[in-house]
Nanobody, 114 residues
Framework: QVQLVESGGGLVQAGGSLRLSCAASRTAFVINTMGWYRQAPGKQRELVAVITRGGSTNYADSVKGRFTISRDNAKNTVYLEMNSLKPEDTAVYYC????????WGQGTQVTVSS
């Protein structure tokens, strides 16, 4: 079993920045795809960004140009650098790792005040 431990959420003013991290409890196996999702109150969970082991990325249109996803394969860790944050970015952010298996973090709250 693999646990994902997230960190870096918090409260920030609009226009500010936060960096989220998510580390897998095991490093001795290869993870194909890592990603971040978010869920705002009353809304469905949505994709924010994903990155493959080879470094290919995909972003939601709403975060393109403001968020950057990256990963450290040796540490099985994924990061999300969030800049120019907006109140509509407020949500619980979840990391996900799959291939092999499918694992989710516990979620970290990001709140952006106007």
């Amino acid at each position: 079993q693999v646990q994902l431990v997230e960190s870096g959420g918090g409260l920030v003013q609009a226009g500010g920045s936060l960096r989220l991290s998510c580390a897998a409890s095991r490093t001795a196996f290869v993870i194909n795809t890592m990603g971040w999702y978010r869920q705002a109150p009353g809304k469905q969970r949505e994709l924010v960004a994903v990155i493959t082991r080879g470094g290919s990325t995909n972003y939601a249109d709403s975060v393109k140009g403001r968020f950057t996803i990256s990963r450290d394969n040796a540490k099985n860790t994924v990061y999300l650098e969030m800049n120019s944050l907006k109140p509509e970015d407020t949500a619980v952010y979840y990391c996900n790792m799959y291939g092999p298996g499918n694992y989710w973090g516990q979620g970290t709250q990001v709140t952006v005040s106007s």
